[in-house]
């Protein structure tokens, strides 16, 4: 399957490592001056699972992107805000045939991509992974993951090409899994962004540490609550219990995780994805006349944070 992997931050990375690693025609495209000088000199570069790896790919500023290629997939990869930017730079790379596929965190993606590409043509979902980046030239790939995608609207053209990207990616070794319903898993994954990288970025800590913090379980359900309320208004039903379950469930699977919210604003000082996690519920509540005052006060804290912090928007 030929892909260009468009935003090479460390999830960027981990897809497009392993992509390459079997056999697939992967480039990427990203609009960071500094990583892109990397990438065009020395490929893709990380510790995967303890060992040093290194694979040479086609590496494009996104507004170079070759137009005389035909790729099956672009699979969107960049920070949430970037999003808008990045689907307008790399259109013309599009042809009839390619699909777009989105699995970054954030709720609501569908609504960009369907601004540009014919939603008939968007698939949607969600990944499990975790990755850092160490350096503008490394990346840190650990712990275990999946992901899950899946045709928005139900198209059957979609459907059949979500189901080949599963299987692709599955041999990858990505864990891959085939969705009917993935705004239903957005969501949910939503929940997950939404309670534990914004409060571990507020409080400084990872997973486990929460965990053990007085009221935490209260917050996830509280949080979770909110979320499943905007969701209904939305056409996805959420189970509660079981998202509210899946959240704590990480506490032990990837407990001294640093959720990528920590890594942005308090390791790196870059402005957050808070406006596509609680802001999207909170702005949507509003809409629908829903009260959200968790998620209303934990994205005014995280952009006061910014504030303070005088975090880097580029």
């Not at 139900?154 to 990616?169: I, S």
């Amino acid at each position: 399957m030929k892909v260009l992997v468009a935003g090479v931050g460390g999830m960027g990375t981990r897809f497009a490592l392993c992509l390459a690693h079997t056999g697939n025609d992967v480039a990427v495209a990203d609009g960071w001056q500094d990583r892109l000088s990397y990438l065009k000199k020395d490929g893709l570069k990380a510790k995967f699972n303890g060992q040093e790896v290194q694979v040479r790919v086609p590496a494009y500023a996104q507004t170079k992107v070759p137009t005389d290629q035909h790729f099956d997939v672009v699979l969107f990869l960049c920070k949430s805000m970037q999003l808008d930017q990045m689907v307008q730079d790399v259109l013309p790379a599009f042809d009839d045939d390619t699909f777009a596929l989105c699995l970054m965190n954030g709720v609501g993606h569908e609504k960009t991509l369907a601004k540009y590409v014919d939603p008939d043509r968007v698939l949607l979902g969600n990944t499990m992974w975790t990755a850092q980046m160490t350096r503008p030239d490394h990346v840190f790939l650990g712990d275990d993951g999946s992901c899950e995608l899946g045709s928005p609207n139900g198209n059957p053209d979609a459907q059949e090409m979500a189901k080949q990207v599963v299987e692709v990616f599955s041999q990858a070794g990505l864990k891959a899994h085939y969705l009917d319903n993935p705004r239903y898993s957005v969501f949910r994954k939503g929940c997950v962004n939404g309670t534990l990288n914004t409060l571990c970025t507020l409080l400084e800590c990872n997973l486990t540490e929460y965990s053990q913090t007085p009221g935490a379980h209260d917050m996830v359900v509280k949080i979770v609550d909110e979320f499943a309320a905007v969701g209904e208004k939305e056409g996805v039903n959420l189970d509660r219990q079981e998202v509210v379950d899946h959240v704590e469930a990480s506490y032990n699977v990837i407990g001294d995780h640093y959720p990528s919210m920590y890594q942005d604003l308090i390791k790196n000082n870059r402005v957050t994805e808070i406006d596509y996690m609680n802001g999207y519920v909170s702005t949507h509540g509003h809409k629908y006349g829903l009260a959200t005052p968790y998620c209303d006060l934990l994205t005014d804290l995280v952009h006061a944070k910014e504030s303070v912090r005088h975090a880097n928007r580029s």
